[in-house]
């Protein structure tokens, strides 16, 4: 086990009594478990706020108020500088998704420097010659696909072609295609093979077909968030990361799926499948980024881009059988994306190995001026640096923690089994790779307490819902979406304990952040803990399980350390092949 110092466990020790101490305080927690504005939802309607009504309000708010103080805050509501005014007042500006609030989440604990040192980007050398057969060319990577479009063996034409024909032939089966933009990929496409012909090669992104996740904006294209109220909006703007991949000379080819507001993998038009279980009556491809997965390990697209918050990459990437890497918070542009939690949403690549990954981060990652929470921060891929150097971990539960038969649903039981056996193999592949992974114990940080985050700050993104007309049918097959529930709850939570959540938030910050004073990442997946602290993740194939399904080997890093995960991803998938196996469709 990696060694801990005397200070950091003592630091460990004191914000775990300062933790207990808070939710004690709240009731043991119970309190942050109910859903703000409690005042306000009680008495919207209402022409006069009653004893009564504060009394049922102060038990959601976890207070006891004597029958005095019952009468004089209702007296208070009552006022002509009641609160409620003001709610009224800010209820009539009808707030846009876009607009995010005027504070800014930061990941970074005191004291901390991202890295400042920004050099050139060292790919891998990449020799081979066009493939003959279309489906060989059409699952090749995008350090493969680079080097044929710029030796000009294949034509940036020639791909979008073959990519838009499989995107025709394979969504009905797994829809995974909101929107096709052939116009649009044809001419970039035309503009693309013009410019290489004429020797200016933007770099290895330079006229390879992408699909982006319908949650990104593209002028003269919908935008639908995967949910009937938004089917037909047109959002007038470019995001940032479809403007970056524009300049880097990258082709469109599709908007892709995405589960109703970034929930699961049903949309509008259905469930999104994976090309490795098309015809499973309940096994989609997982979500939210259900169209970005599911299209990649088809060989749809030379690569995607989805959005996490809280699982919606690694989830899917996982189900899917592809490479996808969350970023740490800040390092990418939310610009022109839906907002579904503005304190955790993070945008990121979902290839066909970890160094094309590296290849889209590298493009898309960086300050815009647009995005306030974004944090100047290098980002250097070398792909020929010794993994020896780095420090790893795994987690101890990943490999000894028994698993026990879920008797209502044995298959979940032994797919976890399964998981676990291929994260044994991996781990002892890594050791004689030279890589000497220590086990290692997280600190009991109470994570699962603080989810109403993102619950509430997606209650406030989509506060605009019940004034859509048919939101309701999100209710109902096929979408099936639990947000306008959730919405509903979440107007409940009180607004203190929302801003006690995030000073908490910054207790798990500090305590996490000492996890890699002795390593640089680990073996392993925290994914309610890391969407909340920031740090990077990846995941990766490494296996398959009994019924034929990928298995993921993941990877979480320091903030800002996705130079590290990649390398040991890319050191992986150089000793292994999972990452080449294709669906048989």
């Known amino acids: 086990m990696p060694k801990t110092s005397e200070s950091t466990r003592q630091g460990s020790e004191f914000n775990r009594r300062r933790f207990a101490a808070y939710f004690a305080a709240a009731g043991g927690g119970a309190g942050l478990a109910l859903m703000p504005g409690a005042m306000a939802a009680v008495a919207q309607d209402a022409e006069e706020i009653t004893p009564e009504m504060v009394e049922a309000a102060a038990k959601i708010a976890g207070l006891e108020l004597s029958p005095e103080d019952l009468k004089k805050v209702a007296e208070n509501l009552n006022g002509r500088r009641s609160p409620i005014r003001a709610y009224e007042r800010i209820r009539e500006m009808k707030i846009d998704n876009s607009v995010p609030p005027s504070f800014v989440f930061n990941p970074l604990p005191a004291g901390m420097k991202p890295p400042a040192d920004q050099r050139p980007l060292e790919p891998s050398r990449t020799e081979l010659s066009k493939p003959q057969g279309e489906e060989d060319l059409a699952f090749l990577p995008v350090t493969s696909l680079a080097h044929l479009i710029k030796t000009r063996q294949v034509t940036s034409t020639e791909l979008t072609k073959l990519y838009l024909a499989r995107l025709k032939k394979y969504d009905p089966l797994l829809h995974c295609v909101v929107t096709l933009t052939e116009e649009l990929a044809l001419r970039q496409a035309a503009r693309a093979d013009e410019e290489i012909a004429a020797g200016r090669y933007r770099g290895p992104l330079h006229g390879v077909p992408y699909g982006i996740k319908d949650l990104f904006s593209v002028e003269g294209y919908k935008t639908t968030f995967g949910a009937s109220p938004y089917k037909n909006q047109v959002l007038d703007v470019d995001s940032t990361v479809y403007e970056r991949l524009s300049e880097a000379g990258a082709v469109l080819l599709a908007k892709l799926t995405l589960g109703a507001l970034a929930q699961g993998d049903r949309w509008f038009g259905g469930q999104t499948k994976s090309p490795w279980a098309p015809d499973h009556p309940r096994r989609g491809s997982s979500g939210s980024s259900a169209g970005s997965g599911s299209a990649t390990a088809a060989g ?286």
């Open 300 to 585: 749809l697209v030379g690569f995607a881009i989805g959005t996490e918050t809280r699982g919606s990459i690694i989830s899917p990437s996982t189900r899917c059988g592809v490479t996808g890497l969350r970023p740490t918070f800040g390092r990418v542009s939310r610009y022109g994306a839906m907002a579904l939690s503005w304190t955790m949403d993070k945008v990121g690549p979902m290839c066909r190995s970890a160094e094309d990954c590296a290849l889209v981060l590298s493009a898309i990652q960086g300050p815009d001026g647009k995005d306030a929470s974004l944090i100047e921060a290098a980002f250097n891929w070398k792909a020929d640096r010794d993994p020896k150097m780095l420090r790893v971990g795994y987690l101890r539960s990943l490999l000894e923690e028994e698993i026990e038969q879920d008797q209502e649903n044995p298959e979940r039981s032994q797919r976890a089994r399964d998981q676990q056996e291929a994260d044994r193999r991996a781990i002892e592949l890594l050791k004689t790779m030279g890589i000497d992974p220590k086990p290692l114990e997280l600190p009991e940080l109470p994570a699962q307490a603080l989810n109403f985050i993102l619950s509430v700050e997606s209650a406030a993104a989509f506060d605009d819902l019940w004034r859509r007309k048919g939101y309701e049918s999100m209710l109902e097959p096929p979408e099936r979406s639990s947000w306008p529930q959730t919405f509903r709850n979440n107007r409940f939570v009180p607004a203190v304990e929302y801003i006690q959540a995030n000073r908490a938030r910054t207790l798990l910050i500090e305590d996490f952040h000492k996890v890699f004073e002795d390593m640089d990442l680990f073996v392993g997946s925290s994914l309610g803990l890391t969407n909340l602290t920031g740090q990077p993740e990846i995941s990766l194939p490494h296996g398959f399980d009994t019924e034929g399904q990928p298995t993921s080997l993941r990877f979480t890093g320091r903030l800002f350390g996705e130079e590290d995960i990649l390398l040991l991803a890319h050191t992986f998938q150089a000793a292994t092949d999972y990452h080449k196996k294709r669906p048989v469709i």
